[in-house]
């Protein structure tokens, strides 16, 4: 048995096993998120724009999900990587759900999963697909393990593998996402500038290894850091001028545009989760 420290929690029908990974993956992965959930009961969750690109490792029943790309049919999915997107998306569960999610940083990913993070854009691929007959492999065992610490070992063990052997960001792309970071009102322009780079081929390598052009990779940030605000008890008002939109209204149509749903919808709840009697309760 592990003596790795996991903190065990209930979140109101569902229950959350948190751990730290290694020191070496943290600048990547701030935290492992064990889940299971006890009771049988559909549920359905909006999905929305995030700094992180989500990797699920299911070890439950499979999901249906809505990714925000209006030509993807959806799906159902076991354990499955989505990429970063700028759009929402909805996923609907049958309930019993159990599995590990990794919230990973878009540079970190392109490391972490070695494949160009601009082709996982508005997209979600099963790990298999992705990463072979190791993803498999490691699924099952997860599955096996005796308990959370274990399973957040065998994790450590299998990305700092990853680690070693993934390609390592350019140092102008690693440059231009701290510098997305730290103000959410610097241009693409600015960006090039400051690392030497055309506009158009920033643009290209930091897709490639980010997932999302920086322009787009920007009003995805603001949209967090609006949320975060919000969620905090913040005002519109301030949120908007914080997160460098021209005023309330833009905020309110930005909001629109990326969770499907006002900001007060949003903040408040009211579209976050539904349990619902059956799947078959669900519009398309």
């Not at 005023?247 to 149509?253: M, V």
């Amino acid at each position: 048995m592990s003596g790795r420290p996991v903190e065990i929690s209930d979140r109101g029908g569902w229950w959350l096993a948190l751990g730290r990974p290694h020191p070496a993956l943290r600048p990547f992965l701030h935290s492992y998120h064990g889940y299971w959930e006890p009771e049988i009961v559909p549920t359905r969750m909006r999905t929305l724009p995030t700094r992180t690109t989500v990797v699920i490792i299911n070890l439950g029943p499979p999901l249906l999900l809505r990714v925000p790309d209006p030509g993807a049919r959806d799906r159902e999915y076991g354990s499955f990587v989505a990429g970063m997107h700028d759009g929402h998306g909805m996923y609907l569960s049958p309930g019993g759900q159990r599995g590990i999610q990794l919230d990973v940083t878009p540079l970190g990913a392109f490391t972490l999963l070695g494949v160009p993070m601009g082709r996982l854009a508005n997209a979600a691929v099963e790990l298999p697909d992705l990463m072979g007959r190791e993803a498999r492999t490691l699924v099952e065992r997860l599955a096996d393990a005796p308990g959370w610490g274990a399973r957040f070992d065998i994790l450590d063990g299998f990305l700092l593998r990853r680690l070693d052997s993934g390609p390592v960001p350019d140092p102008e792309v690693t440059r231009a996402w701290r510098l997305l970071n730290g103000d959410l009102t610097v241009s693409v322009a600015d960006i090039a500038a400051d690392v030497g780079w055309s506009r158009k081929h920033l643009t290209n390598r930091f897709r490639d290894q980010a997932g999302l052009p920086p322009k787009v990779m920007a009003r995805v940030l603001r949209f967090q850091r609006a949320v975060d605000l919000l969620t905090g008890g913040a005002g519109f008002a301030e949120a908007a001028f914080s997160c460098g939109y021209c005023d309330q209204a833009h905020l309110n149509r930005e909001f629109r545009a990326l969770s499907g749903c006002t900001p007060t919808e949003l903040i408040g709840g009211q579209l976050d989760q539904q349990r619902v009697t059956t799947l078959a309760e669900i519009p398309a």
